[in-house]
C-alpha cells in the first residue's frame, strides 16, 4: 500500500485553496454550476431535503415578490384614481354652472332651488381636488420606495440565487463523486475534500447572503407599513374633511327647501308608434276606410274617361 504524507486541516485548506485557482477546478465548477441552472430553468425535480432546507427563504422571497408587484398596481391605481377625481369634479362642476344659468332666468322658488344647488356643487368640485394633494404625495413616495428600496433589495436577492445555484452545483459535484470515493485510493479521497471544501465555502457564502435577504425582506414589509401608514392618515384626514364639508352644504340646503311645494315631473321612457296603442278592431276598420277611399278613387277616375267618350258621340 502506497504511503502519503498526511496534512492537517489547516493545510489542507490553503491546498485546496490553491488547487482552485487552477483552470480545470474553474472548468468544473462551471460545469457543475450550469447544469443546476439548467435544472432549476427545466423546473426539472430537485433533492427534497435541499428544497426544504431553504424553505423559509423561499416563504421571505414571496413575501418581497407580493411587496414588489403590490408596489407597482399602488402606482396604477393611484394615477387612475386622480383622473376619475379630474373627471367627476369637472362633471360636478358643469352640472353647477348649468343649474345657475337656470336659475337665472327662472324667478320662481325652483330658480332658487337651483341657484343654491349650484353653488354646492361647484363648492363640492373645488373641495374634491384638494384630495389630490395627499394622492400625488402618496405615489411620489411609493415611486421613490419602490425605486430605492425594492431595488437594493432585488440586487441582493439576484446575488444569493448566484450563491444559491452555484452551492447547489457544487452539492451535485459532491454527490457525483462520492457515488465512485474509494476510501483505499489517495487521488479520490483527495478530490473528494477538495470538492467538499468546495461545498462548505460556497455553503458559507449562501449562507451570509440568504441572512441579507430575509433582514432586508423583513426590514421593507416594516417599512412600507411605515410609509403607507403615514401616507393615508394625510389622505383619510382630507377625505374626512371633504364629506364634513359636502355634508354640511347639503344639509344647509335641505333645511332651505323645506316648506317648499314639490314639483311633479314625467318623462317618457319610450316612444312608441302612434299605431301600437290601437285595438285590433280599430285596425281593421282603419283598414276598411283605407279600401273605401282607394275604391272611390278608382270610380271617379273612371267616369272622369268616360264623360269625353260620351261628349264626342252627341258632336256625331
Not at 62 to 78: A, D, N
Not at 180 to 192: C, H, V
Request: aromatic residues 8%; contains cysteine; proline residues 2%.
Amino acid at each position: 500500500m502506497d504511503r502519503h504524507p498526511a496534512y492537517s486541516g489547516e493545510m489542507f485548506n490553503r491546498y485546496v485553496h490553491e488547487a482552485d485557482k487552477s483552470v480545470v477546478s474553474q472548468m468544473q465548477k462551471k460545469y457543475w454550476k450550469t447544469k443546476q441552472a439548467l435544472i432549476k430553468a427545466t423546473g426539472k425535480k430537485e433533492d427534497e431535503h435541499v428544497v426544504a432546507s431553504d424553505a423559509d427563504l423561499d416563504a421571505k422571497l414571496e413575501i418581497y415578490r407580493t411587496i414588489q408587484t403590490s408596489c407597482m398596481e399602488l402606482l396604477k391605481v393611484i394615477e387612475k384614481y386622480q383622473q376619475r377625481l379630474n373627471c367627476l369634479s369637472q362633471e360636478e362642476n358643469e352640472l353647477g354652472m348649468f343649474l345657475k344659468g337656470h336659475s337665472e332666468q327662472d324667478k320662481t322658488p325652483a330658480g332658487k332651488m337651483m341657484n343654491a344647488t349650484s353653488k354646492a356643487l361647484c363648492g363640492s368640485a373645488k373641495q374634491r381636488l384638494a384630495l389630490r394633494v395627499p394622492l400625488y404625495r402618496l405615489e411620489q413616495e411609493v415611486g421613490t420606495f419602490r425605486r430605492q428600496a425594492v431595488s437594493d433589495t432585488l440586487l441582493t436577492v439576484n446575488r444569493m440565487e448566484q450563491s444559491r445555484t452555484e452551492y447547489r452545483g457544487a452539492l451535485l459535484w459532491m454527490k457525483d463523486v462520492s457515488q465512485e470515493l474509494d476510501p483505499d485510493t489517495y487521488k479520490q479521497l483527495e478530490k473528494f475534500r477538495k470538492v467538499q471544501a468546495q461545498v462548505r465555502n460556497t455553503k458559507m457564502q449562501f449562507d451570509k447572503l440568504k441572512n441579507d435577504v430575509c433582514q432586508k425582506v423583513d426590514l421593507l414589509g416594516a417599512s412600507r407599513c411605515n410609509l403607507l401608514s403615514q401616507s393615508l392618515a394625510a389622505y383619510q384626514s382630507t377625505l374626512l374633511h371633504f364629506w364634513e364639508r359636502t355634508a354640511c352644504m347639503m344639509s344647509q340646503i335641505h333645511d332651505c327647501f323645506k316648506g317648499y311645494q314639490p314639483y311633479k315631473f314625467s318623462a317618457l321612457k319610450s316612444l312608441q308608434d302612434p299605431f301600437d296603442h290601437l285595438t285590433k278592431e280599430d285596425l281593421i276598420k282603419s283598414k276598411e276606410k283605407e279600401k273605401e277611399c282607394i275604391s272611390n278613387e278608382v270610380d271617379k277616375l273612371v267616369l272622369l274617361d268616360e264623360e269625353p267618350e260620351a261628349s264626342e258621340g252627341k258632336q256625331s
